[in-house]
Nanobody, 122 residues
Framework: QVQLVESGGGLVQAGGSLRLSCAAS????????MGWYRQAPGKQRELVAA???????NYAFSVKGRFTISRDNAKNTVYLQMNSLKPEDTAVYYC????????????????WGQGTQVTVSS
């Protein structure tokens, strides 16, 4: 069974920084894309940033220049460095792993983490 475990959320003042981590555990053969999504109260879940297995990145316009996504393929871990945080960044942040091949099934499967709260005060 593959699990994604997130850490690093919390409360920070506007202008501050946080670093989120998401580690995929289990008998994993490979992971294609990894990414971070967020969902604010009353809003739909939206893509924040994504990174391919080869390191190509994609960002939401609202976070470009402030957030940086990276991954450690050897550790099956993805990170999100968030700088210059704004109150509108407040949301639950979810980690996603796309087309994960587990050794048990070798069937491409999409996984989500449980979410971590990020709150930015003004």
């Amino acid at each position: 069974q593959v699990q994604l475990v997130e850490s690093g959320g919390g409360l920070v003042q506007a202008g501050g920084s946080l670093r989120l981590s998401c580690a995929a555990s289990g008998r994993i053969f490979s992971i294609n894309g990894m990414g971070w999504y967020r969902q604010a109260p009353g809003k739909q879940r939206e893509l924040v940033a994504a990174i391919s297995s080869g390191g190509s990145t994609n960002y939401a316009f609202s976070v470009k220049g402030r957030f940086t996504i990276s991954r450690d393929n050897a550790k099956n871990t993805v990170y999100l460095q968030m700088n210059s945080l704004k109150p509108e960044d407040t949301a639950v942040y979810y980690c996603n792993a796309d087309r994960v091949l587990s050794i048990a099934t070798m069937t491409p499967t999409n996984y989500w983490g449980q979410g971590t709260q990020v709150t930015v005060s003004s």
